[in-house]
């Protein structure tokens, strides 16, 4: 049985939680420099701690103002980075205020990205009573983290898979190793769960975990 929307949710916001403060190290180049290779050179103490605040003091004033933090003239901030973070900043805002007003619930305090995805995960077995909002936060979690994948670079592994689609019959399997899944890449492809985001969303491909192929016996 396919995943409910608020499962497929809880994946894309635990990927989330995970990959956006990396986007703050992507945010300006020149990160990777080779380090001094001398045995008794030690960085300074806090050397980190004023990387992490310049980057976050570039990101402000860049949001703000449009400008560069002096000094770092020579590493210009990846500007499809800094609008990734203000995309994915503003949606889960946007997203937690929505399913906190649907629920009937107050405004909660302001905290950072993750700790707000935290919460939105916390709420997962409230909004699965209602099918609109469940679908509404599967979608705009995997919007996301889609977008914070593409502006970190990562691309995954994708291995072909033998046999033929459970619903649309074509050799069109592909295993996702890294997220432990199989997908239908055939555009086409319907499914008869009213909750699959495949019936409604052109870019959405079938999804079956790890555990939901093995009992399909699909390929075996």
């Known amino acids: 049985m396919p995943e409910r929307p608020t499962e497929q949710a809880a994946l894309w916001i635990g990927t989330l939680v995970q990959q956006f403060p990396e986007l703050a190290e992507e945010l300006v180049p020149g990160r990777g420099a080779a380090p001094d290779r001398r045995p008794d050179r030690q960085p300074p103490p806090g050397l980190d701690a004023r990387r992490r605040e ?5 990101l402000l004033l860049e949001q703000r103002h449009g400008l560069s933090v002096p000094g770092h003239g020579a590493a210009p901030l990846r500007l499809h980075v800094s609008d990734a973070i203000r995309d994915i900043t503003d949606g ?3 997203l937690e205020e929505a399913v906190r007003d649907r629920l009937g619930l107050p405004r909660a305090r302001r905290v ?5 995805l935290r919460r939105v995960a916390a709420l997962l077995d409230d909004i699965a009573a209602d099918a609109v909002l469940a679908a509404h936060v599967r979608d705009e979690t995997r919007r996301m983290a889609r977008r914070c994948a593409r502006a970190l670079g990562d691309s995954e592994s994708v291995v072909r898979v033998s046999g033929r689609c459970p619903w649309c019959d074509s050799v069109s399997l592909r295993a996702f190793p890294d997220r432990r899944a199989v997908l239908c890449v055939n555009p086409a492809c319907r499914c008869t769960d009213p909750d699959c985001g495949c019936r409604d969303d052109p870019a959405y491909r079938h999804t079956w975990d790890e555990g939901e192929w093995e009992r399909t016996g699909t390929g075996s």
């Open 54 to 58: 310049e980057r976050e003091e570039a």
């Open 92 to 94: 889960v805002v946007e």
């Open 112 to 116: 950072s990205v993750p700790e707000r």
